[in-house]
């Protein structure tokens, strides 16, 4: 069944008519779907890690004489740091000269990361308050221990086992491939369509729409850029948008709501 989603991939978002942006929770009722399981990515959607993105690209490129290096975010929001090598490269050719850069780049993001936690606003609360109560994963472009360092920080452990942090470097095919997903979900014993989604950007929201999982935007840390919410089941300003009780309906079997 994995293999056949991935084949499938994101071709079918071609087929879905998006709507302008993703509604509110307040404008959405009943959905009919019941939820077994809840994923996470982490970057944006857990932690504010843009800014430490962007300045792990000036620092590390500023050690090779190119000062102010930057990308936009739609080159680095729920990217893989190959990928954001590939982009690098192409806009600082010399940059192909530095065969280090993914490892150096990694292990600058790993230092302000730890160095300063930023966390979405009632992401911690959230991500414990689900794992008491259903399986739940995190599904991050990022490598998996920098996930259990997470985990650990925020006292998780009990809940998020390291079978539960999918990182980039236990998939062939990144996101936007739904592959990081189908392996949370088929972890966890649960089909990827009922499980719900928490991400934060357009690759993120494309690999959990194309594992046919229903999904959220996170849009706390996205600023101007909105545009990936459009191919949301539903968008989230943070986690205190979630109503008392939201997580215990689910466990109790009872379709997902969006109103108490």
Same mark, same amino acid.
Request: glycine share 8%.
């Given at each position: 069944? +994995? ?9 079918? *978002? ?6 302008? @942006?993703?509604? /509110?929770?307040?404008? #959405?009722?009943? !959905?009919?779907?019941?939820? /077994? ?7 944006? !959607?857990?932690?504010?890690?843009? #800014?430490?993105?962007? !300045? ?9 004489? #190119? ?6 975010? &739609?080159? !680095?929001?729920?990217? &893989? ?19 280090? *850069? /993914? ?8 230092? *302000?990361?730890?160095? +300063?936690?930023? $966390?979405?606003?009632?992401? /911690? ?26 985990? @650990?920080?925020?006292? %998780? =452990? ?11 470097? %236990?998939?062939?095919?990144?996101? $936007? ?8 979900? =088929? ?11 928490? =991400? ?8 959990? +729409?194309?594992?046919?999982?229903? &999904? #959220? ?9 909105? =545009? ?20 215990? @309906? *689910? ?10």
């Amino acid at each position: 069944m +994995r293999e056949e989603r991935m084949q499938i991939g994101n071709d079918i *978002l071609a087929n879905v008519a998006m709507p302008a @942006r993703a509604p /509110r929770p307040y404008e #959405v009722g009943e !959905t009919g779907r019941l939820i /077994r399981a809840v994923l996470f990515d982490m970057d944006g !959607t857990l932690i504010d890690s843009e #800014v430490h993105t962007g !300045t792990s690209i000036s620092d590390v490129m500023e050690r090779y004489g #190119v000062r102010d290096a930057s990308l936009p975010s &739609t080159m !680095t929001r729920g990217c &893989t740091w190959e990928s954001i090598c590939v982009a690098l490269r192409q806009k600082y050719p010399w940059a192909g000269e530095m065969p280090m *850069l /993914r490892e150096e780049l990694a292990l600058r993001f790993d230092e *302000l990361v730890h160095r +300063r936690i930023i $966390p979405i606003t009632g992401a /911690r609360e959230a991500l414990k308050e689900a794992a008491m109560h259903l399986p739940v994963a995190i599904v991050s472009s990022s490598p998996s221990d920098l996930i259990r360092k997470l985990v @650990r920080a925020w006292d %998780l =452990e009990e809940w998020l086992p390291a079978e539960r942090c999918i990182g980039g470097e %236990l998939v062939k095919r990144s996101k $936007p491939n739904p592959e990081g997903y189908l392996l949370a979900a =088929e972890r966890l014993g649960v089909d990827a369509a009922h499980c719900l989604i928490f =991400e934060d950007s357009f690759a993120g929201l494309s690999a959990a +729409r194309s594992s046919g999982a229903y &999904t #959220v935007a996170v849009l706390e840390s996205a600023g101007e850029h909105l =545009e990936f919410q459009s191919i949301a089941d539903v968008g989230l300003q943070h986690f205190q948008e979630l109503y008392p009780g939201f997580w215990s @309906r *689910l466990q109790a079997g009872l379709t997902l709501s969006w109103r108490p």
